[in-house]
C-alpha cells in the first residue's frame, strides 16, 4: 500500500541516497521548482547525496548548463546521470552501426559529439535513410506533430532490418503548460510495428548502473547506501525503481495531476485507481516534492 507523505522530510532520515528525476519534479522545463529545491538542499546539510537521474536526451554539461538557466542551484545536487550519456556510450560502441540515420531537432545534434570516456569509439556517420544501418532518435523532428506522421519513414526502416537507438524513454513532457512528444514515443511506435528499440533511460538499467557509478564516483559505496528513488512518471521513474528493487516516492503533481486530481496533494482514491491502471506500486506519494 502507498503512504501518502507530506514531506520528503518525513521519511528522508531511512536513505543514504536520492535518486530525483528532473523534469515534473525539480523544475517544469522553464523554471526551477522553489520547494523542491528546499527539499534537496536540506536533505544534503544533513549528509545525503543526491543524483540527478534524468531522460534527458543531452549530455550531463549540458544538463548543468539548463538547470542553472533554470534557477536550480549547484547545491541541490550532487552529480547526474542522463539517458543521452547513456546512449551516446552504447552508439559510440557501435550499438547501431557507423552511419546513422538522426531524428531530432536541429540542436540535438550535439548527442554526436565525442565522449571521452569510450576507449577506441566507432566514427559514427549522419547519413540518409536509404544509407543508414541504424537510427539515432533523440525525439520527433517535431515534439507537437503526432508520432504516426513518422510511420512511412519507420516502415522503411523496418523493412532494412534498422535497430532504433532510443535517447529518451519517455513519451511525452510537459513544458510549462505545453505537453510535448518525445523519443519514448517514437520507439514505442516502431517497436509496435515489429522494429527493433534499444532503451538506455528509466526505466531501463543501463541509466541505473550509470547513476550508481557517478555515486561511487562521490565517494560512496552504490551497494551499501539506502537508495530513494523520486519521479512522476509511473513507467519510467517508479517502474524503474521497482525492477531495481529500491524504494520510490512518486510525484503525483506531474504527469498524472489530473488523474490523480493533484492540487496540493493527490485524492486517495484516484491515487489508489491510476496505480492500479499503471501496474506500479510506489512506496510512498506526493503531490509536490517539498
Request: aromatic share 8%; with cysteine.
Amino acid at each position: 500500500m502507498t503512504r501518502i507523505i507530506t514531506a520528503l522530510d518525513d521519511i528522508s532520515d531511512g536513505y543514504d541516497t536520492l535518486f530525483v528525476d528532473l523534469w515534473g519534479c525539480v523544475h517544469d522545463g522553464v523554471r526551477a521548482l522553489p520547494d523542491a529545491v528546499a527539499a534537496l538542499r536540506a536533505y544534503r546539510a544533513r549528509g545525503g547525496a543526491v543524483v540527478l537521474v534524468t531522460n534527458s536526451p543531452r549530455a550531463r554539461r549540458g544538463i548543468e548548463k539548463q538547470l542553472a538557466e533554470f534557477g536550480v542551484p549547484g547545491d541541490a545536487w550532487d552529480s547526474i546521470a542522463t539517458s543521452g550519456d547513456s546512449a551516446r556510450a552504447a552508439m559510440f560502441r557501435g550499438a547501431v552501426g557507423t552511419r546513422v540515420w538522426f531524428m531530432g531537432q536541429s540542436f540535438d545534434h550535439r548527442f554526436f559529439e565525442p565522449l571521452e570516456v569510450i576507449e577506441d569509439p566507432v566514427e559514427i556517420a549522419c547519413v540518409p535513410l536509404d544509407e543508414a544501418e541504424g537510427i539515432a532518435c533523440v525525439g520527433p523532428f517535431d515534439p507537437m506533430a503526432d508520432p504516426e506522421t513518422l510511420r512511412p519513414q519507420l516502415l522503411h526502416a523496418k523493412q532494412k532490418g534498422l535497430k532504433l537507438l532510443c535517447a529518451n524513454p519517455d513519451i511525452v513532457v510537459d513544458r510549462g503548460d505545453v505537453r510535448e512528444w518525445c523519443a519514448g514515443a517514437v520507439a514505442r511506435l516502431y517497436t509496435e510495428m515489429g522494429g527493433t528499440s534499444l532503451y538506455f533511460g528509466k526505466p531501463h538499467p543501463p541509466i541505473y548502473d550509470l547513476a550508481r557509478r557517478r555515486l561511487t564516483a562521490l565517494g560512496r559505496d552504490a551497494d551499501t547506501f539506502r537508495t530513494l528513488a523520486i519521479g512522476d512518471g509511473a513507467q519510467t521513474d517508479i517502474a524503474g525503481a521497482m525492477g531495481e528493487d529500491i524504494d520510490s516516492l512518486f510525484i503525483s503533481g506531474g504527469l498524472a495531476a489530473d488523474e490523480t486530481k493533484t492540487t496540493q496533494q493527490p485524492d486517495a482514491d484516484a491515487l489508489r485507481a491510476y496505480l492500479e491502471r499503471e501496474g506500479v506500486a510506489p512506496t510512498y506519494s506526493i503531490g509536490h516534492l517539498r
